[in-house]
């Protein structure tokens, strides 16, 4: 068993971070899906689309939501799966480096993996000194 990956992002977001991971590991060691919110989206019928989704990833050890902006209708949308049942712990500020870092450590269980994304999203901000 293993984690499953939900990215909660706003449109054309989270397939193109997932495209991205298949060019650095060709083979994901996790399963990885996206939800991309349009912006005229109901957020009911997202909010159920998403939590079918979230419950085809949890193969028993939950779900990791990724999103990409803190307080925006994607991550509302994830951290509203938990009341409906899912056992999840959401990160947002959502980047490649945070995703490669999660599958990178894909053998670590749902709150270490959470803290592991923080630490890959903060660790993959550099500022050039130049």
Request: aromatic share 2%; proline share 6%.
């Amino acid at each position: 068993m293993s984690v499953g990956v939900l990215l909660m992002t706003h449109e054309a977001v989270g397939q193109a971070l997932i495209s991205a991971s298949h060019h650095v590991l060709p083979k994901l060691p996790l399963r990885v899906e996206a939800v991309e919110v349009p912006p005229q989206a109901d957020p009911d019928v997202m909010r159920t689309l998403t939590a079918k989704h979230a419950r085809e990833l949890d193969e028993g050890d939950g779900v990791l939501v990724l999103a990409d902006l803190y307080g925006a209708t994607p991550c509302n949308i994830g951290l509203s799966l938990g009341a409906l049942g899912v056992r999840l712990r959401c990160v947002s500020g959502l980047n490649l480096p945070m995703l490669l870092r999660v599958l990178n450590y894909a053998e670590k269980p749902l709150d270490e993996l959470a803290e592991i994304a923080a630490s890959g999203g903060r660790g993959g901000i550099f500022i050039d000194h130049a």
